[in-house]
């Protein structure tokens, strides 16, 4: 477990600016940070951080379809957004 201040450090270095305010951070980016990343998860939630799920993807086929292993995106969320005023 690592303190607050560490976790807020960690995660104003990989976020960046959401073009609806805020801040947003890539899952891939926290699970980067190994160990630590169930405890960034779960601090960016206790700051009102919403995970963001990829879109369904179309039903489309042919040449220019989705492949069906990228169609589903799976349960996790591909990243979270911090709302304005969190991080400085």
Sequence with gaps: MIDDQRIRDVVTRLSRR???GGTVIERAAIVAEGADSRSIVAWIVAH?????????????GGLHGARPSVAGGGDAPRRYVLPPGVLP
């Design 48 to 60: 009102d951080g919403q995970p963001e799920f990829r879109a369904p993807a179309s039903a489309r």
């Design 18 to 20: 959401h073009e609806g």
